[in-house]
């Protein structure tokens, strides 16, 4: 498959790592730019044109997610965040900032790549958004509201499906405990996470080979759950 080249902005201060990042993606047929500190890193983002932007947390002159808030303050522009925490807080920080996913070092440049291509597939369809999402065996039709798997419909409730369709129009992106509380019932529940944790072991019940080890409705620890193509990772 032949994809048009992307320009890929790396704000990081280590040499070594910006020196591999440069590498995976050029592998993938991006273009790079790089930049070692925060304060060069947004006078980039906002000169070049830009299809995606991966920014360290930790920089020298200014904390990454800084970074996000700024850019956010203009562009839409996709947003990784490289971590070295692990940190719960920090991630839903960096997600409410408007960062659009985030990896944890040490990671493999494959799983940044899996989530660059996610990012910058939501990005090419935000202009053209698809009425069906797919997902592994799964075709969610957002205009028809139904789901199917290999071909078969899938009895949701309404909830059920609210939370299939929320995950689907953020497909590969993590999305928060609050956001999908909030979307499914409402603001004042939005610290019910016990009502979350049953609908999804439900919907799991319904969507999954095997609802123990699922691969498509998939955890993100202490944060939210993503809707994940298999097939893409
Ligand atoms: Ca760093």
Sequence with gaps: MTEAANHVLVIEDEPQLRRFLRTGFELEGHAVYEAASAGDGIKQAALRP??????DLGLPDMEGSAVVERVRTWSTVPIIVLSVTSNEETKVRLLELGADDYVVKPFGMAELLARAKAALRR??????????????????????????????????????????????????????????????????????????????????????????????????????????????R
């Design 123 to 232: 990005r090419a369809q935000g202009a053209s958004p698809q009425p069906v999402v797919h997902a592994g065996p799964l075709a969610i039709d957002l205009a028809d509201r139904v789901v199917r798997r290999a071909g078969e419909l899938v009895a949701l409730t309404p909830k059920e499906y609210r939370l299939v369709q929320v995950l689907a129009q953020h497909l590969g992106k993590v999305v928060t405990h609050e956001h999908l509380l909030r979307e499914i019932w409402g603001r004042a529940h939005s610290e019910d996470h016990h009502y979350l944790r049953i609908l999804v072991r439900k919907v799991r019940q319904k969507v999954e080979e095997d609802a123990t080890r699922p691969r498509l409705l998939v955890t993100e620890l202490g944060v939210g759950y993503r809707l994940v193509d298999p097939q893409e």
């Design 50 to 55: 830009i299809d995606l932007l991966v920014v």
